[in-house]
């Protein structure tokens, strides 16, 4: 499986974004997408899944409310709309493909494709 993220850039707080990932390669139903980012010396951290099958979704407490996962089905490609976004949303965002046992088990050793990054900025 290949991943693509792209869409990141500079944003004001308080405005959005939305991120794409293209996802090429064999998929199945049962595997999860997911968006993790990391700060300049932070761990990464977990943003959002869904299960590839699109009937599920989870999100870290910091985003909900705030940022959504969904997917073209047709284009193979998984956004991340971002609202509201806030300074501390400042990283670099990665898409990831994988098998953890829950949609909340989000560690990322579950996810072993991984995409390139792109980089969100938020200015205060």
């Known amino acids: 499986v290949q991943l693509q993220a792209s869409g990141g850039g500079l944003v004001q707080a308080g405005g959005s974004l939305r991120l794409s990932c293209t996802v090429s390669?064999?998929?199945?139903?049962?595997?999860?997408v997911a968006w993790f980012r990391q700060a300049p010396g932070q761990e990464r951290e977990f943003v959002a899944n869904?299960?590839?099958?699109?009937?599920?979704?989870y999100y870290a407490e910091s985003v909900r409310g705030r940022f959504t996962i969904s997917r073209d089905n047709a284009e193979n490609t998984v956004y991340l709309q971002l609202n509201s976004l806030k300074f501390e949303d400042t990283a670099m965002y990665y898409c990831?493909?994988?098998?953890?046992?829950?949609?909340?088990?989000?560690?990322?050793?579950?996810?072993?494709?991984w995409g390139q990054g792109t980089q969100v900025t938020v200015s205060s």
């Open positions: 390669g064999r998929t199945f139903s049962h595997r999860v």
């Open positions: 869904m299960r590839w099958s699109g009937d599920s979704t």
């Open positions: 990831a493909f994988g098998n953890p046992p829950r949609l909340s088990v989000t560690a990322s050793k579950y996810y072993h494709n």
